[in-house]
């Protein structure tokens, strides 16, 4: 896939961004006693079906993979694209921690 954005790392709001020429796509994450939850994938409609979706996704889960982290995939898209690319699976932690009520 052809890297088209770079990845931002926006700590202060818990997510991954990709910067476009009007807004911002995002994955959303929650630290959760050492593995990280990504809640939410959010692409804005103007920029819908033009793959930035995949490509916020797999350089989100890259990032993870460099830094040598567990993910849970709560968000739908997520849980999808990973089902797609078995590569990716190896991240998903298989001993979860209870959520936070």
Request: proline share 6%; glycine share 6%.
């Amino acid at each position: 896939m052809e890297k088209r954005y770079s990845l931002i790392h926006n700590a202060a709001q818990h997510r991954y961004e990709f910067r476009l020429d009007g807004g911002i796509a995002y994955v959303e994450y929650e630290p959760d006693g050492g593995i990280y939850r990504l809640t939410h994938t959010i692409v804005p409609p103007r920029f819908e079906g033009q793959g930035i979706a995949a490509e916020l996704v797999a350089a989100t889960l890259e990032e993870f993979r460099r830094r040598d982290e567990m993910i849970v995939p709560q968000c739908s898209y997520i849980v999808r694209y990973i089902e797609r690319h078995p590569e990716w699976q190896a991240l998903v932690a298989r001993q979860v921690p209870e959520t936070k009520a």
